[in-house]
Every structure is written in C-alpha cells, then in structure tokens.
C-alpha cells in the first residue's frame, strides 16, 4: 500500500502558465516533505522542502503548499517553463525515518 | 563540486550472472542507500546503510545483496540476475540523524538483464 501517492502520472502545461503537482500521502506520522526533479538519465535532484510546522514554503519560481488535516501537498510552478519538463517525486518521512517516494508525475511544458 | 558517483551508466547482463553495482560518494555521508525506479512505481527502496559495515533491508531486498566496507563506498550485489529486475538503479547518500538535509542521488545506472 502506497503511503504516498502522486495520482496524475503525467501533466502537460502551457509555458507561461502554472503547474500544479499533487501529492497525498496517509502516515500521520510524516512530518517532514520534498520535492524532487529527475530529468531522464539523471539522478533526481532536490528542489524545495516544507516542514509539518509551516504550510507555505516558496523559493523562486516554486512554491509548496502543505494541508495537514488533508494530508495533501502541492507543488506550484509559476511561471511554467520548458526546462521545468520533468518528472517530479513527492517525498515524505517522520521524525528518524527514511524517505518514503511517491510514484511521479511527468511535467510537459509546451512552448 | 560534491556528487555521489555511480560507476555505470548503462549495463547489459545476462539471466543469472552476478551484477555488482557500485557507488561512491565523496561528501562524507553516514547514511547511504539504494533504491530502483520503474514507471508508475516511482523509487523503491532496496537496501541502506547508516555505517560501515552495516545494512539494513528496505522494501525490496528480495534478490539483492550490499556491502559497505568503507565509508564512502556501498555496492549492490544482484546474486543471480533476472529480467525482472532490469530497473533503473539510484544511489544516494545523506547526513546522520534523520537526513532532513534530503538525499543526494547519483545519475543512475540502466540494468538491462536479458
């Protein structure tokens, strides 16, 4: 069973305009959340990180938006560039723990 | 520039040959792992390490083996290759504690087990 789940595998966006990445996850427990970037035949690189304490956290052009109660994430990209075109991992642990990863989505920004 | 370096970009094996996948980091991080990345199951943990000679299974050790004998180095063993677990293969190492610095990832290595 999944404990963090990223349910569009893939979403295309005009440049310009904001992405939005979802993320959900169902540990309670987890208290602290990133977001990383994987261009294909690359590792995947970090990107911005919120703690359980706050629930915006914004560098740059990408924001993160935490929703305790709901248990949902979100990745906001504005505006939308085609270098952003990616696959974005959602990641999440607890206190002491590994991270756990969710599947992906794979961001298309069109020109 | 610090990195976690994966010796293989890409790899060709055959069903039931030995594979050793290598991994050195040069940041002089505690913690270390591996995982596997397939579409639509994202990164699977598979084994990791939080000292020298020390492993610990993740959420798929079935098939793979590690060794850690020096700090900066940790190496996945597949005993007998299968098509299945032709994969993507991640490294990455972290600080001590929980890590909440995030993980730094090698550039990956594309088994292919024919």
New interface residues.
């Given amino acids: 069973d999944q404990q ?1 789940k ?1 349910n569009s ?1 893939s979403l295309s966006v005009q440049e310009g305009r904001i992405s939005i990445l979802n993320c959900d996850y169902t540990n309670s427990m987890f208290d ?1 959340f ?1 977001w ?1 970037k994987k261009y294909p ?6 990107l911005i ?1 919120i703690s359980s304490i706050k629930d915006k956290n914004e560098d740059g052009r990408f924001t993160v938006f935490l929703n305790k109660s709901a248990k949902h994430l979100s990745l906001h990209i504005v505006p939308s560039q085609p270098g952003d075109s990616a696959v974005y ?1 959602c ?1 999440a ?1 607890g ?2 723990q ?2 756990v ?4 989505t794979r961001l298309s920004v069109l020109p | 520039d610090v990195k ?1 370096t994966q010796s293989s ?1 890409y790899l060709v094996k055959r069903t039931g040959e030995k594979v050793f996948l290598e991994c050195v980091q040069d940041m002089d991080h505690e913690n270390m ?1 591996w ?1 596997r990345q397939d579409p ?6 598979i084994y ?1 390490s939080y000292d020298v000679k020390m492993k610990e299974k ?1 959420d798929i050790p079935e098939g793979y083996s590690v060794s850690r004998e020096k700090k900066e180095r940790f190496s996945l063993i597949l005993e007998s290759a299968s098509t299945n677990q032709t994969s993507m293969y ?1 490294c ?1 190492s972290s600080t001590p ?4 610095d ?7 290595t ?1 088994l292919t087990v024919v």
Avoid at chain 1, 101 to 104: A, I, L, Y
């Fill in positions: 963090v990223q595998p602290y990133l990383y035949a690359e590792g995947p690189t970090f990180s991992f990641a642990s206190y002491g590994n991270f990863f969710g599947p992906g | 976690v970009r792992f995982y639509g199951l994202g990164l699977r943990l990791f993740g991640l990455a504690g929980t890590g909440r995030g993980y730094t990832f090698g550039s990956g594309r």
